[in-house]
């Protein structure tokens, strides 16, 4: 079934505060794992389930950003991998989870406008939702693969702007969950 009809025949992304999961992976290139091989066309990037998980057996394909488990660790790609009974199944926020969702627009708060480049922006935005209440329920025949590319090394800078990505982030917990500066300080 698709997206869309799943949209068309389901009210929970309108009426329950749902947010439908897409599992993320991350699309090697035809080599092995880490040695550099871009992927640059989107014929190479699995089109179904089936087919996603023979790449993953193969190394070829990888649950995205494995190395930073709080960003989709959630997902709980064990359980997607063996369900076969639901259509999809419900998980628990935990904080740092980033993935990528289906969702009903109308009353979905923005992004912190002050967030400029890599970090904190996507992450943010999950916490608002988590604390105004949606609930996260992981789509079991869906996926998305992000295809992997030059440009991603040294995204996340060293010494340059990441102090003033985690100063955003300070003043975003401070201005919008109202965090105290000075428990915001003990943060590393």
Excluded at 82 to 105: C, G, K, N, S, W
Excluded at 113 to 129: D, I, P, Q, S, Y
Excluded at 161 to 182: C, G
Aim: charged share 25%; with cysteine; glycine share 6%.
């Amino acid at each position: 079934e698709s997206i869309r009809s799943m949209i068309q025949t389901d009210s929970s992304l309108k009426t329950n505060k749902t947010l439908w999961v897409l599992p993320a992976f991350e699309r090697f290139g035809p080599e092995k794992r880490g040695k550099g091989q871009f992927v640059n066309n989107v014929s190479m990037v699995p089109s179904t389930k089936d087919e996603l998980i023979k790449m993953v057996e193969k190394k070829q394909v990888a649950p995205f950003h494995e190395y930073f488990p709080p960003g989709h660790g959630p997902t709980n790609y064990t359980r997607w991998f063996a369900e076969q009974t639901m259509d999809r199944y419900p998980i628990t926020y935990q904080y740092l989870f980033e993935p990528y969702v289906v969702a009903y627009r109308w009353g979905l708060p923005t992004y912190y406008e002050n967030f400029r480049g890599f970090a904190h922006n996507k992450m943010t935005w999950f916490v608002e939702l988590n604390q105004l209440g949606y609930h996260f329920e992981v789509l079991v025949n869906h996926f998305v693969c992000h295809m992997n590319h030059k440009g991603r090394k040294g995204r996340r800078d060293k010494g340059g702007d990441s102090h003033i990505q985690k100063a955003l982030f300070q003043q975003y917990m401070h201005d919008v969950h109202q965090v105290p500066w000075e428990e915001l300080n003990k943060w590393k």
